[in-house]
């Protein structure tokens, strides 16, 4: 498969690429890594995405060429004359928003690659392994396969952002020998440092989004003897704080440092409905839960959208609970520790 997928992008002149809605550092940064290491090659690429690039990987050169799709008669053309759509980090039309149906329209080959379970049957051609790390994972395999010199330090950036992000700055379970070495190469080929990087990512916190930290974690419970906690985040709370939603990235992770939690899920209401972000340890998976609400993702880290309103998602997705996980108690609220209290007022800001 790895050959006839760089056999059609070694044969391809215009190539679009695209990621999921919300990008997150995975998506963007296996996006314009790609790009840049075509564009070398003398290719024609457009970087097109449902959703603009969040302002905490706006520092990853190249991703201000990502073009935000508005139905104009230039982005049109582009998707439709392509000869290669290349779509990272997804694998489902519904998660690629508004342009879905341009990319599936597109006379040019549909190319995947990613590493996300059960992938929908119309791609042409696929480089996908559900144990990678990362899609950028992915990607420099391909790319060391057609040409390691490739990867120069812009390349190198976006790669290792992709992958820092994907496995929690190398922290998760997906994280392995042979990771460590590819990331050596690509650090090898930038400029800048993994605290470069990590900071850039990571440390640009807004004021409002510690005070949207504090409200969300004022609404944390937990379930099932302590073994689910939850949290969410509501309208008002955004308007009340006037933190983007993309501020939250990352607050579903604070659940899981509590003793006992195994599950986690924050819910974010949004005009059309509930965002559903699913996170789980080791062998509780999550993805068949999410797959149940028109979602998917990992066994441990999905996601999904319903149409319904918060409170309606809430019930339902905890109702839902025992058909998904190995849950031998009747639901019942916990209440933190006085420890637990303490660390999660401190992460909230006061």
């Given at each position: 498969m790895v050959a006839d997928l760089l056999k059609i992008l070694k044969d391809a002149n215009r190539i679009v690429i695209s990621t999921h809605t919300r990008p997150d550092g995975d998506a963007i940064g296996s996006q314009v890594a790609l790009g840049h290491f075509l564009r070398a090659k003398g290719k024609e690429v457009w970087m097109i995405n449902a959703d603009p690039v969040p302002y905490n990987l706006e520092w990853i050169r190249g991703s201000s060429d990502v073009r935000v799709y508005d139905h104009s008669l230039e982005l049109v053309q582009a998707i439709a004359s392509a000869d290669a759509v290349v779509i990272v980090d997804t694998n489902a039309l519904n998660r690629l928003g508004k342009p879905g149906n341009q990319f599936i329209g597109s006379g040019g080959k549909k190319v995947l690659i990613d590493h996300h379970t059960d992938p929908e049957d119309w791609f042409d051609v696929s480089h996908r392994r559900e144990t990678a790390s990362s899609t950028g994972e992915l990607l420099y395999e391909l790319m060391a396969a057609w040409d390691l010199d490739g990867i120069t330090s812009d390349?190198?950036?976006?790669?290792?952002?992709?992958?820092?992000?994907?496995?929690?700055?190398?922290?998760?379970?997906?994280?392995?020998?042979?990771?460590?070495?590819m990331t050596a190469v690509l650090l090898e080929r930038t400029e800048l440092t993994p605290a470069d990087m990590h900071s850039l990512v990571y440390d640009r916190k807004s004021a409002e989004g510690m005070r949207l930290m504090a409200a969300v974690l004022s609404s944390l419970q937990l379930h099932f003897e302590g073994v689910v906690g939850t949290m969410q985040v509501t309208r008002k709370m955004l308007a009340d704080t006037?933190?983007?939603?993309?501020?939250?990235?990352?607050?579903?992770?604070?659940?899981?440092?509590?003793?006992?939690?195994?599950?986690?899920?924050?819910?974010?209401?949004?005009?059309?409905?509930?965002?559903?972000?699913?996170?789980?340890?080791?062998?509780?998976?999550?993805?068949?839960?999410?797959?149940?609400?028109?979602?998917?993702?990992?066994?441990?880290?999905?996601?999904?959208?319903?149409?319904?309103?918060?409170?309606?998602?809430?019930?339902?997705?905890?109702?839902?609970?025992?058909?998904?996980?190995?849950?031998?108690?009747?639901?019942?609220?916990?209440?933190?520790?006085?420890?637990?209290?303490?660390?999660l007022a401190m992460l909230g800001g006061g």
């Open positions: 390349v190198a950036a976006a790669l290792y952002a992709a992958i820092m992000t994907d496995t929690g700055s190398f922290r998760f379970s997906n994280v392995s020998p042979a990771l460590h070495r006037g933190a983007p939603v993309e501020e939250t990235d990352g607050f579903v992770n604070m659940l899981l440092t509590i003793e006992g939690v195994q599950v986690a899920l924050i819910m974010t209401e949004t005009a059309k409905g509930t965002k559903i972000s699913f996170r789980s340890k080791g062998g509780w998976e999550v993805h068949k839960w999410a797959q149940s609400m028109g979602g998917g993702g990992h066994r441990n880290a999905s996601g999904a959208f319903v149409q319904d309103s918060l409170d309606n998602t809430f019930t339902s997705v905890l109702a839902s609970a025992p058909d998904f996980l190995n849950l031998d108690q009747p639901e019942s609220s916990s209440e933190l520790s006085a420890e637990d209290a303490d660390y």
